[in-house]
């Protein structure tokens, strides 16, 4: 059974910085990519990040890009997104996910087959 764990969410002012991670257990992971998702209230979820199998090709949403940054490390079966210059509009639900196919870097829900439960972002201006 897989199993994604996302922790490092809270409270901050605008312009502060937080550094969520996402644990993952269960099987294997070095094979598939892995994403960041986030859902405000009232709105649908969206896509913020992933990184690749290899570590190598990474993609964010334009409303992020420059700000928050996707890693991961194999050693520890673990995925991070450090976020930088938040804004109120950042404040939401973030959700860390594992690829359904090995090899794809999906950047829509629908390429993800695991979930985490998520972690709780909230910024105050």
């Known amino acids: 059974q897989v199993q994604l764990v996302e922790s490092g969410g809270g409270l901050v002012q605008a312009g502060g910085s937080l550094r969520l991670s996402c644990a993952a257990s269960?099987?294997?992971?070095?094979?598939?990519?892995m994403g960041w998702f986030r859902q405000a209230p009232g709105k649908e979820r969206e896509f913020v990040a992933a990184?690749?199998?290899?570590?190598?090709?990474?993609y964010s949403s334009d409303s992020v890009k420059g700000r928050f940054t996707i890693s991961r490390d194999y050693a520890k079966n673990t995925m991070a997104l450090q976020m930088n210059s938040l804004k109120p509009e950042d404040t939401a639900v973030y959700y860390c996910?594992?690829?359904?196919?090995?090899?794809?870097?999906?950047?829509?829900?629908?390429?993800?087959?695991?979930w985490g439960r998520g972690t709780q972002v909230a910024v105050s201006s």
């Open positions: 269960g099987r294997a992971f070095s094979n598939a990519a």
């Open positions: 996910a594992l690829a359904a196919v090995a090899g794809t870097v999906p950047v829509n829900g629908n390429g993800y087959f695991y």
């Open positions: 990184i690749s199998w290899s570590g190598g090709p990474r």
